[in-house]
Every structure is written in C-alpha cells, then in structure tokens.
C-alpha cells in the first residue's frame, strides 16, 4: 500500500506519480532520444524506468526496477528498434512494488499493439477493472494504468484511434497525463482537467511528448506548447507533423499547485509558467506576507533555493540587511528522505542529507526557507542541526500553505494522521519543530504568483476539498463522475 491511500476505500493500490515520454522520428530509432529524456525526468520517479518502441513491424520492450542510469545498458537500448517510443519513470512508493508495476505497460491484442505511459491517479479504476474482468479482461497488476489499455484495447477493436480515445476520456475520472503508442502511433493526452503537465516539442526530425519541457531541451528540441486539458495530440508516424483533437472541454482546469511549489524541476515551462520564477515569485510574496529580518536567510538545498533569493531579493528593495547565503550542504548521493520506511531513518536521513555550514551560522539569527512541510521531520531536524552549529535564532518560512490533507491525484504526500498540519496551527508546529517563529504563504498568494485562479488549481492537499469526486471527500467543483457501466454493455 503506498503512503496517502489509506484514508480512502478506493486507494489501495501503488498510485502513479510519473514522467512520461513519447516520441516520434522521421528515420532515427527513437529508444536514445526517449532514454535522455528519461534521464531529464529522473526527479519524477526513481523507482522504476521503462522503454517500449516500435518498429512497424512489432513492439520491443526493455522495463527494469531502478534510475534510469541502472535500468538500461547500451545494448539494452541499441536493441530497442524502431522511430516511434514511450517512456516512462515510477516514484517510489512504500510498501511492496515489482516489476508487475512498472511501466511502460505494453499489451498485444486483436487491434495491433498498444503502449501506455501514465501519471497521475484514476478515481474510478476498481470500477471499471471489475467491469472489464468480468467481461473476460485478464490483469497483470492492480495499477490504473493497465485498467486503461484494457479500456481503450476493447474500444479499438469497434472505434478508431480517435473515437476510442475519446470514449475512454469519458469513462475514465481522475488525473492523466498518457503518452500512448498504438503500433506506431505515438499519441499524448492530458484529463480534462489538465491536473498532471504534458508537453509538446518538437525536433529536427520528429515531435516528442514529455511530462516537462526540461527534457526537450535536453534533446536540444524546441517547446511548442502544453498539451490542452482533455486534448488528444497523435504524432505522425513520419515525424514531420501531428494533429491535435479537442476531446473533452470543461469549464474550469485543475492543475496541481504542487508541481510548482516542489515537483516539477526548476527549469520547466507548465502551461506558459517558467517554474524557477514562480518559486522566486512564491519566495517574493513570502516575505512581504510575513518577512523576519534576521542576519542571514539561507535555502533548505535544492528545493527552497528559488524560494530563499526572491524572499532575500524582497527583503533587500524592503531596506533588509537579510544577507542570502548557503547555509546548509547537502550530500547529492542521498536519495529523497520521503522514501524511507521509518521515521527513525527519516531522521536519520535528514542528517546524512543536510549538514550546516558553521560560518554562516554561528553566532546569528538565521531564516530557513523550505517549499513545503509535509510530516516535519525535515523542519525539527535542521531547527536542530542550525542550533547545534550555533545559530542564535531560528525562523523557518515555507513557500507553500500548509499541507493538511492527502493528495489523491499523484503525488506521494502522507497519511492524514502524518501530516504536521492536519491538527495544528502554525504556531504550536514552531513549537514542535522548536524554531523561534514559523510561517507559511498563504493560498492567495500561491494563486498570485501561478496567474491563475484557484477554481483552475488544485489545491485538495491545502483546503482537503479536491476537484475530482472521491469517496469520503469534499469537493469543491460541479462533479460529472461517469456512470459506473458503459452505456453500450
Ligand atoms: P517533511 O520532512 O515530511 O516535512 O517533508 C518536507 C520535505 O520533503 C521538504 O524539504 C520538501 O522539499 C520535501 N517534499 C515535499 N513533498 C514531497 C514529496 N511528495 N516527495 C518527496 N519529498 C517531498
């Protein structure tokens, strides 16, 4: 079972929180450009990785457990033909994950030969699995991502491509971002509510579809635009063109806030918005909502770095002396702490992860900046550490609202009963945590700095009300949840 799921009856299975690649080439086979764009997804999953190409002929596969730099050797690669691909990277989950869960999952069937590359989370999956099963559907695993080849395999066998995606989109309820591969057809296709990014780019010799436009630069390939909530983008198995298909429209998006706060790499462009300046933005707003001018504001490397220069640059046109500095190291061969089974190695890992640079500490009052709390394990083992290095004061500012509830649509958050915030204030979490104050942004400001609305956001981890309907909670939308059984069973 992985961590989050447990609060809802329909959770638990792993959940899919993933980078996903296509790509389709005039005449270069398309496995390397698909493994380097891999390598640029690596943040977004390091569980698993996987390859799945066509040569118009037949499918080849190559899905192994590990980072990318593992999974795949030369050969493994060079034996991977043909100039249509998909890809894909797992995040790690606790509990137990194999390979059966690794992506992407490939099927052959009376229609050809179907890929499917997902991230996100389906609402409906056990619905429509035990439909399907007990219209003759065998399943391998008990992931979403195969419920949707089963679905889309049966639509092929009477609709075409087009028709039998659009059909899916309207039987299917969650958050997807799909690169699909149908013989070879590379196709990508984000939900209607554009909850997961999908990007489109293109190269010299083809077009490619990858979850962050940092892996189209990474094949030196120019964005040419997000892909539509609810649009289908099939790419021409020429490589010289695709055609786009406005599937499914709703009024509002829901795209998740929290891409931009952590997920997502820096350097990313979703939906028009550089993430890096977000997050100098989000560090901007921070300190003119709740700035402490102390000696010196350092980032919690890597991911409150962006945060901590706009929140210093703010500080500093305010007329601060805040010096921004590099307070804390950080041991690039330690994977993330979330991924340990216990809180004891969590602690430990924190300590393996950051360690203090005594210079800038000792002896000054010091302001952390992290994105996001989650469990506080982070926060009270560096307000800690930056005491034992001889920091006069601590104040921790978090770039992101508090996170109270569990995210459902694909980003491994925690248990309602782990999260620091769920049952408590800011203040009595400084005192937790032991640092001498602690802020969040708030949610305004979030919405601010995004230039979006928060009836276009996601923000279900922050408000516990989601965009999608899932059993047991809020919402805080107009839901359509499509009927339980096809209309033509
Ligand atoms: P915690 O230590 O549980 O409070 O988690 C907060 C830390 O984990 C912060 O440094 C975040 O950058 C990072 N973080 C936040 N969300 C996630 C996530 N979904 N997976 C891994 N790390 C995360």
């Given at each position: 079972?992985?961590?989050?799921?447990?609060?809802?009856?329909?959770?638990?299975?792993?959940?899919?929180k993933?980078?996903?690649?296509?790509?389709?080439?005039?005449?270069r086979?398309?496995?390397?450009?698909t493994?380097?764009?891999?390598?640029?997804?690596?943040?977004?999953?390091?569980?698993?990785?996987?390859?799945?190409?066509?040569?118009?002929?037949?499918?080849?596969?190559?899905?192994?457990?590990?980072?990318?730099?593992?999974?795949?050797d030369?050969?493994?690669?060079?034996?991977?033909?043909?100039?249509?691909?998909?890809?894909?990277?797992?995040y790690?989950?606790?509990?137990?994950?194999?390979?059966?869960?690794?992506?992407?999952?490939?099927?052959?069937?009376k229609?050809?030969?179907?890929?499917?590359?997902?991230?996100?989370?389906?609402?409906?999956?056990?619905?429509?699995?035990?439909?399907?099963?007990?219209?003759?559907?065998?399943?391998?695993?008990?992931?979403?991502?195969?419920?949707?080849?089963?679905?889309?395999?049966?639509?092929?066998?009477?609709?075409?491509?087009?028709?039998?995606?659009e059909?899916?989109?309207?039987?299917v309820?969650?958050?997807?971002?799909?690169?699909?591969?149908?013989?070879?057809?590379?196709?990508?296709v984000?939900?209607?509510?554009?909850n997961?990014?999908?990007?489109?780019?293109?190269?010299?010799?083809?077009?490619?579809?990858?979850?962050?436009?940092?892996?189209i630069?990474?094949?030196?390939?120019?964005?040419?635009?997000?892909?539509r909530?609810?649009?289908?983008?099939?790419?021409?198995?020429?490589?010289?063109?695709?055609?786009?298909?406005?599937?499914?429209?709703?009024?509002?998006?829901?795209?998740?806030?929290?891409?931009?706060v952590?997920?997502?790499?820096?350097?990313?462009?979703?939906?028009?918005?550089?993430?890096?300046?977000?997050?100098?933005?989000?560090?901007?707003?921070?300190?003119?909502?709740?700035?402490?001018?102390?000696d010196?504001?350092?980032?919690?490397?890597?991911?409150?770095?962006?945060?901590?220069?706009?929140?210093?640059?703010?500080?500093?046109?305010?007329?601060?002396?805040?010096?921004?500095?590099?307070g804390?190291?950080?041991?690039r061969?330690?994977?993330?702490?979330?991924?340990?089974?216990?809180?004891?190695?969590?602690e430990?890992?924190?300590?393996?992860?950051?360690?203090?640079?005594?210079?800038?500490?000792?002896?000054?009052?010091?302001?952390?900046?992290?994105?996001?709390?989650?469990?506080g394990?982070?926060s009270?083992?560096?307000?800690?550490?930056?005491?034992?290095?001889?920091?006069?004061?601590?104040?921790?500012?978090?770039?992101?609202?508090?996170i109270?509830?569990?995210c459902?649509?694909?980003?491994?958050?925690?248990?309602?009963?782990e999260?620091?915030?769920?049952?408590?204030?800011?203040?009595?979490?400084?005192?937790?945590?032991?640092?001498?104050?602690?802020?969040?942004?708030?949610?305004?400001?979030?919405?601010?700095?995004?230039?979006?609305?928060?009836?276009?956001?996601?923000?279900?981890?922050?408000?516990?009300?989601?965009?999608?309907?899932?059993?047991?909670?809020?919402?805080?939308?107009?839901?359509?949840?499509?009927?339980?059984?096809?209309a033509?069973?």
């Open positions: 079972m992985s961590p989050g799921r447990e609060d809802g009856p329909e959770f638990d299975h792993p959940t899919e993933c980078g996903v690649v296509g790509v389709s080439l005039a005449e086979d398309a496995a390397f450009p493994y380097y764009a891999l390598y640029a997804l690596q943040h977004r999953g390091q569980e698993s990785a996987g390859i799945v190409t066509h040569d118009g002929f037949q499918q080849h596969q190559h899905v192994e457990m590990g980072l990318v730099g593992d999974a795949f030369e050969s493994d690669i060079e034996e991977l033909v043909g100039s249509a691909g998909i890809g894909h990277v797992r790690p989950t606790a509990g137990s994950v194999d390979k059966s869960c690794a992506q992407p999952f490939s099927v052959s069937f229609g050809g030969a179907l890929g499917l590359s997902h991230n996100g989370n389906l609402v409906n999956a056990d619905e429509i699995r035990d439909d399907l099963a007990s219209s003759g559907h065998a399943f391998t695993s008990d992931g979403d991502t195969e419920v949707i080849a089963h679905d889309l395999a049966r639509n092929l066998l009477d609709e075409d491509l087009v028709a039998a995606v059909t899916t989109m309207h039987r309820h969650g958050s997807y971002s799909l690169t699909i591969m149908h013989d070879d057809t590379v196709l990508g984000r939900d209607p509510l554009g997961r990014p999908l990007v489109l780019g293109e190269l010299d010799d083809g077009y490619v579809l990858a979850s962050e436009s940092a892996a630069d990474t094949l030196g390939g120019e964005l040419v635009r997000d892909v909530p609810g649009e289908l983008v099939v790419l021409h198995e020429d490589g010289e063109g695709y055609d786009s298909h406005q599937l499914v429209e709703a009024e509002n998006t829901a795209n998740c806030f929290f891409e931009y952590y997920f997502a790499r820096p350097d990313s462009v979703i939906d028009d918005e550089l993430v890096y300046e977000v997050r100098r933005e989000l560090g901007r707003q921070l300190w003119a909502e709740n700035g402490v001018d102390t010196v504001v350092m980032p919690v490397p890597d991911s409150g770095r962006a945060f901590a220069s706009g929140y210093a640059e703010a500080g500093q046109n305010d007329g601060a002396t805040v010096e921004f500095a590099e804390l190291m950080k041991n061969y330690v994977g993330r702490t979330f991924i340990m089974p216990t809180q004891e190695a969590r430990q890992a924190v300590r393996l992860k950051l360690n203090p640079i005594k210079s800038t500490v000792e002896g000054r009052t010091v302001t952390v900046i992290d994105d996001s709390i989650v469990r394990t982070t009270s083992q560096l307000v800690d550490l930056l005491y034992e290095a001889g920091a006069e004061e601590v104040h921790v500012r978090i770039g992101a609202p508090p109270s509830a569990p459902y649509m694909g980003i491994d958050m925690a248990t309602r009963d999260l620091i915030a769920a049952d408590k204030t800011a203040s009595e979490i400084a005192d937790e945590i032991g640092a001498d104050s602690l802020s969040y942004l708030s949610l305004d400001a979030v919405t601010t700095a995004i230039g979006r609305s928060q009836a276009d956001l996601c923000a279900g981890c922050v408000t516990g009300e989601y965009p999608y309907d899932i059993p047991g909670e809020a919402t805080d939308r107009e839901i359509e949840r499509p009927a339980e059984a096809p033509d069973d």
